[in-house]
C-alpha cells in the first residue's frame, strides 16, 4: 500500500495568497469536531450548546459551520478576513493538506485549480514531513467530527 506522500517526496509548493476563495461560495460546509466547537465557544465566550445555536447547522447529522445569509459565504468572513483566525476549525487550519488532495498529482492539480495558492510561482516548497503532519492531523480530526453527537 502507498503511504502519504509517495509522490512528494521533495515537498509541494504552497502559500496562502488571502484571497479568501476557500472561506466562500457554495459547495462547501466546514465541519466541526467536538474540540473546534470547544475552541470556538471559548472564543466567543459561549457555552457550546450557546455556540452552536448561533453559528452551527446540522448537516448529515454533523455540526457545520452557517453560512451568511444569500451568499455560501463562511459566517466568520469580514472583508475577506477570517474573524476568528486564530480559533479556527481544524478543517481551515490544514487545508489543503487534506488526504483528498493528496492522494495522487492528479488530485493535487484539481485542488490548484481552486486555490490560487496551490503551486503559486511565489510559494515556498512545504517539507514531506510537515506535510504529512497536518494531513494526519486532518485525519484525527475527521474521526473526531465523526463521533461529535448533537
Ligand atoms: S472559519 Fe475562518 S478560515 Fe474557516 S472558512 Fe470561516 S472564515 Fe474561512
Redesign the pocket.
Known amino acids: 500500500m502507498d503511504e502519504i506522500g509517495d509522490w512528494f517526496q521533495d515537498g509541494l509548493k504552497f502559500k496562502c495568497t488571502g484571497c479568501g476563495k476557500?472561506?466562500t461560495g457554495s459547495p462547501g460546509y466546514?465541519f466541526l469536531s467536538s474540540t473546534d466547537l470547544e475552541r470556538l465557544a471559548d472564543h466567543f465566550s459561549l457555552s457550546i450548546e450557546e455556540f452552536a445555536k448561533k453559528y452551527t447547522r446540522l448537516v448529515d447529522g454533523k455540526y457545520a459551520?452557517l453560512d451568511r445569509p444569500g451568499s455560501g459565504d463562511?459566517i466568520?468572513?469580514e472583508k475577506n478576513q477570517?474573524t476568528?483566525?486564530t480559533s479556527?476549525?481544524v478543517q481551515?487550519q490544514t487545508f489543503p493538506w487534506w488526504i483528498y488532495n493528496l492522494q495522487s498529482p492528479e488530485d493535487w492539480k484539481e485542488a490548484g485549480e481552486r486555490c490560487e495558492g496551490i503551486d503559486h510561482e511565489d510559494a515556498p516548497v512545504i517539507p514531506l514531513l510537515n506535510i504529512q503532519a497536518q494531513c494526519l492531523t486532518y485525519l484525527d480530526n475527521l474521526i473526531e467530527q465523526h463521533f461529535t453527537n448533537p
Do not use: I, M, S
Open positions: 476557500c472561506c466546514v459551520l463562511c466568520f468572513l477570517c476568528v483566525y479556527r476549525p481551515c
